[in-house]
């Protein structure tokens, strides 16, 4: 499958646009991975541990080698090893790749840096995980094609891929464009966002001042991608099969499902 390590970046990501608003415009996920955990990690991480757990008594995963794409702070990534897993995980932002090394027990991973799109893992996997809407970052549906196309040439004959996205209904729904402001860790934060409904677009802005008195700005974009086009797209990337649950108890999907989890096999 490749060397691993390599990066390239063929655009459409979701901070490859302009961002606004004042202060130092920084990549997304770069200044804020050392209190993300405290923002949203771990109770992404709790949500998506019990899902996890659920899905292996439904669905015959083999988690003895793991690929963990777009690993933010390495918490799914060492929890998995701590279970026995043979973990590679990778991620786009060299911020939070950093955080994930630093961790306890984070020597049990092999942390590497590289775009969900164009992956070169050491060698395929039985599981691969993409959690916490990471695919909905990918702006433009050739970019999802080509993640999609990426998952399925990691994984071994018969491994499967789990992996969740936003809903365009929860994107919009959270779009209110009225600020929110609140403090964490000595950052005082003021957060805007706004719905793109033709482009189906949802844009926060994060404006951050730092505990040293130091303004940054970072803009998080996320694009909604209807359960249909995901499954069709899956499918012709050469998955043999793959079905959607509401993330919320793992019943069927709605039209108000806020996030859907898919399961799909090699």
């Known amino acids: 499958m490749g060397k691993g390590g390599r990066f390239r970046?063929?655009?459409?990501?979701?901070?490859?646009?302009?961002?606004?608003?004042?202060?130092?415009?920084?990549?997304?996920?770069?200044?804020?991975?050392?209190?993300?955990?405290?923002?949203v990690g771990r109770y992404a991480f709790d949500m998506w541990r019990e899902n996890f757990e659920k899905l292996c008594r439904i669905y015959p995963i083999d988690a003895s080698s793991v690929a963990d794409i777009a690993c933010g702070t390495g918490l799914a990534s060492r929890y998995l090893a701590l279970q026995g897993s043979e973990v590679v995980a990778t991620d786009i932002s060299a911020r939070m790749l950093m955080v994930a090394a630093s961790a306890p027990e984070a020597g049990r991973v092999r942390y590497m840096r590289q775009d969900m799109r164009r992956l070169a893992?050491?060698?395929?996997?039985?599981?691969?995980?993409?959690?916490?809407?990471?695919?909905?970052?990918?702006?433009?549906?050739?970019?999802f094609r080509l993640a999609m196309a990426s998952?399925?040439?990691?994984?071994?004959?018969?491994?499967?891929?789990?992996?969740?996205?936003?809903?365009?209904?929860?994107?919009?729904?959270?779009?209110?464009?009225?600020?929110?402001?609140?403090?964490?860790?000595?950052?005082?934060?003021?957060w805007v966002s706004r719905w793109d409904e033709e482009r189906n677009i949802a844009t926060l802005v994060m404006e951050c001042e730092g505990p040293e008195g130091e303004v940054f700005v970072e803009v998080h974009r996320e694009r909604g991608y209807d359960t249909g086009f995901v499954i069709e797209e899956a499918l012709r990337c050469g998955f043999r099969g793959i079905e959607a649950h509401d993330a919320r108890g793992l019943g069927r999907p709605t039209l108000r499902s806020r996030r859907i989890q898919f399961v799909a096999w090699a």
């Open 9 to 39: 970046s063929p655009g459409g990501y979701a901070d490859d646009e302009d961002a606004m608003g004042a202060g130092v415009t920084v990549p997304a996920y770069s200044r804020t991975a050392d209190i993300y955990d405290l923002m």
């Open 121 to 143: 893992l050491p060698r395929r996997v039985t599981l691969l995980i993409c959690a916490t809407d990471a695919l909905n970052h990918l702006l433009l549906e050739e970019g």
């Open 151 to 190: 998952f399925r040439a990691a994984l071994t004959e018969g491994g499967h891929a789990l992996f969740d996205l936003n809903t365009a209904w929860q994107l919009r729904e959270g779009c209110d464009s009225e600020p929110w402001c609140f403090e964490m860790e000595g950052y005082t934060m003021r």
